[in-house]
């Protein structure tokens, strides 16, 4: 996969990706990320990327040309999808990192100041996303987000496959609670079912564990939430406060 990044502050990302397990997967050569500074592709000798809006207002608004400039000199002949990361896009979930780690190559706009010039979202841009219900001072800290999250959906991305799957929101529901040595720390100790050997019931008790916690602190998830009838059942138990 290769991701590009449009951005005024390139030194902002090289960090983040290269640590942790972004770095493995660039080591891996599962993906490729390239980082171009907007003012690369301005004409003029200052380098500028933005200006006054028309019509006043506070704040400047980035100009178009030099994000076409640098869209085009990555496009060449084939269509990659191009997206604006913004305030006004459509919220960021698990569902669409799924969604993006299909793509085999994408470019991301980090946005900045007042916003881009609309021409660019009008005949430029394929999708716009935004990572939450705040504003930010750049698209820069939504791109890692993005970027961290697409790249865990990438086969041999992490140590262990079935990780993905285990992960809160992946499969609709909080993730359950995890323990780890010692067995029992200050008085606390870990469930008797995690260290019966019975496989069976270990992962029932995480399913359930996965319903209750997502009932008490998300419940909203519940609703598309891929549950069995039996599951079903022990829900509405829950609700009713007989579990």
């Known amino acids: 996969m290769r991701i590009h990044i449009l951005t005024l502050f390139p030194n902002m990302l090289s960090g983040p990706f290269s640590e942790s397990i972004i770095k493995r997967a660039v080591d891996r050569g599962l993906v490729e990320i390239a980082l171009y500074n ?3 592709y301005t004409s003029d000798r ?3 990327v933005d200006d ?3 019509g006043g207002g506070q704040g400047m608004v980035l100009k178009p040309e030099p994000i076409f400039a640098a869209v085009e000199s990555i496009n060449g002949k084939s269509e990659v999808p191009v997206i ?3 305030p006004q896009g459509r919220l960021f ?4 990192a ?3 780690a299909r793509y085999g190559e994408m470019i991301l706009i980090c946005g ?3 916003g881009v010039d609309e021409r660019v979202r009008e005949h430029l841009v394929t999708d716009e996303v935004s990572i939450g219900d705040y504003v930010l001072s750049g698209g820069e800290l939504a791109a890692m987000v993005i970027v961290d999250a697409v790249v865990r959906q990438l086969p041999g991305a ?3 496959e079935e990780a993905v799957g285990q992960d809160s929101h992946s499969s609709g529901l909080l993730e359950y609670p995890q323990y780890t040595r010692p067995r029992v720390f200050q008085g606390w100790e870990v469930p008797y079912v995690l260290l019966s050997g019975n496989h069976a019931e270990v992962d029932r008790w995480r399913r359930e564990q996965s319903i209750i916690r997502t009932l008490r602190r998300r419940p909203d998830l519940l609703e598309k939430a891929d549950l069995s009838r039996e599951e079903r059942i022990l829900l509405e138990r829950m609700k009713r406060g007989e579990e």
């Open 84 to 86: 604006l990361l913004t």
């Open 38 to 40: 907007i003012r690369d």
């Open 46 to 48: 200052h380098h500028v």
């Open 98 to 100: 799924e969604e993006l």
């Open 93 to 96: 979930n698990q569902m669409v």
């Open 158 to 160: 992490l140590g262990a």
């Open 52 to 54: 006054y809006p028309y």
């Open 112 to 114: 900045h100041y007042e």
